[in-house]
């Protein structure tokens, strides 16, 4: 290898750790002192650096506290593109999900230590919470482009992309509201499963109803 290429994948590795060092030192912080308790400038020291580096890479101490989340809206991404293209959208989506949670290298929330207590207090938190959002929405931008890929429309012009990922990104949040409030770190794939059970009920009621609207508006033209 060139030894100049060197220098630059060493700097990225550094930056990596960097960054890396300083979230979990925000994680452990928020977690056990409170949000409200914990400044930059602790966080910093904890991961042994000044106040100037830490914002380098992060804006706010719940960006860094909440840092290690955005890696699974990635990851729920990686599994929708791996989807068997045949699969309508929303259920692609769905599955999707449930391969992230069933998958044991991805280490869904509902594995990983700490993070149903880190949601817990993004639920209590408004600024925590409004980071949490942020991070779902950029995930659910590149959903949507990969939906809009499936089957094969510009998502500038055709509004089923988004409207699949709104739908499924929603079922997601409702599970991981009713996890949070249950109290039980384990049961996750249960909630989940529950709230894409009720998106379908939902769903049909509504095809349901639709058609019963339509056959009543021919029955009126016809008389």
Do not use: C
Request: proline share 6%; hydrophobic share 45%.
């Amino acid at each position: 290898m060139n030894p100049e290429r060197k220098i630059p994948e060493r700097r990225s590795r550094k930056a990596r750790r960097t960054r890396d060092t300083l979230a979990q030192a925000a994680f452990e912080l928020v977690l056990d002192r409170g949000l409200r308790n914990v400044t930059v400038e602790e966080i910093a020291e904890a991961a042994d650096v000044d106040r100037r580096t830490f914002s380098r890479y992060f804006p706010s101490k719940e960006a860094a506290a909440l840092d290690s989340l955005r890696g699974d809206g990635d990851r729920i991404n990686e599994a929708l593109r791996a989807r068997p293209a045949p699969e309508p959208p929303l259920l692609a989506y769905r599955r999707a999900v449930l391969d992230w949670l069933a998958d044991p290298e991805a280490e869904a929330w509902h594995r990983r230590p700490r993070i149903f207590e880190l949601l817990v207090v993004a639920e209590e938190e408004p600024t925590l919470y409004a980071v949490f959002h942020h991070i779902r929405v950029d995930a659910q931008q590149d959903s949507i482009a990969i939906v809009a890929d499936r089957i094969g429309v510009d998502p500038r012009q055709d509004i089923r992309p988004a409207v699949t990922v709104a739908a499924g990104a929603g079922a997601l949040l409702a599970a991981q509201a009713a996890w949070v409030r249950g109290g039980r770190p384990d049961a996750l794939p249960e909630r989940v499963a529950e709230a894409f059970d009720a998106l379908a009920e939902t769903a049909g009621e509504a095809a349901e109803a639709t058609e019963a609207t339509e056959a009543a508006s021919e029955t009126e033209a016809s008389s």
